[in-house]
């Protein structure tokens, strides 16, 4: 019985060579096959770990407003490239002893304060106080205004502030009334104060229980 059937096709040599060539064969197949699966999943982990690293370093991002670059404070919420450049040119101006203090640069207050305090460099007083800092904009907020004065006007003697207690007079009446005293001499009678440009019959009846010329 014929065992080999090649052997009336191809001769001994040319079945040796044949056998070689299918090993090689083989051979590239199964280490392309072994070789490429694994590249595709450590890829995978590689992606799988920059991702994971990307995260928790957005979430454990911390600006120190003392020394952080212009590129970093824009990433603040609130904070712009023009509440960026002013809290540059504040703190080179006033370097901040305390986080809070960043409240002291024009357009940065309380609530911007707070969305953005999870994200900075704690240092100092981090609580947002009533009075930020002496001269700050907070501060200048909680300054009562003195009271209104309500008092008798003698519109012959009266200031400026005095007469712009009057209502319906501004300062630009105001100072009608003492340029019109200066030219014209005292008023005789609180009537007269009707001969000022800008002031009629109405505004006078407002003013007259205060209004005195002794």
Known sequence: ?????????????????????????????GLQLFAWTPSIRDNDLA?????????????QIKIDI??????????????????ADAIIAHRTA??????????DVKGIGLKTYQNMLSML????????????????RSARRTVERPAAFTGIVNINTASLEMLCSLDGIGE???????DYRSENGPFATVDEITNVR??????LEKNRARLTVE
């Not at 370097?95 to 409240?103: D, G, K, T, Y």
């Not at 460099?121 to 700050?136: H, K, Q, R, W």
């Not at 630009?172 to 003492?178: D, F, M």
Request: proline letters at 8%; glycine letters at 8%.
């Open 1 to 29: 019985m014929n065992r080999n059937p090649l052997r009336n096709i191809v001769t001994a040599k040319e079945q040796t060579a044949l056998l070689y060539l299918s090993f090689i064969l083989l051979l590239g197949l």
């Open 47 to 59: 992606m799988a770990d920059s991702l994971r690293a990307a995260t928790e370093s957005d979430l």
């Open 66 to 83: 003392r020394t952080a670059p212009k590129a970093e404070l824009i990433l603040l919420p609130g904070i712009g490239e023009t509440r």
């Open 94 to 103: 006033h370097p901040f002893s305390s986080v809070n203090q960043i409240m």
């Open 121 to 136: 460099v704690l240092f100092g007083d981090s609580t947002p106080p009533p009075e930020a800092s002496p001269g700050s």
């Open 172 to 178: 630009v009446k105001a100072r009608a009334i003492i």
């Open 198 to 203: 800008g002031i009629g019959a109405r505004t």
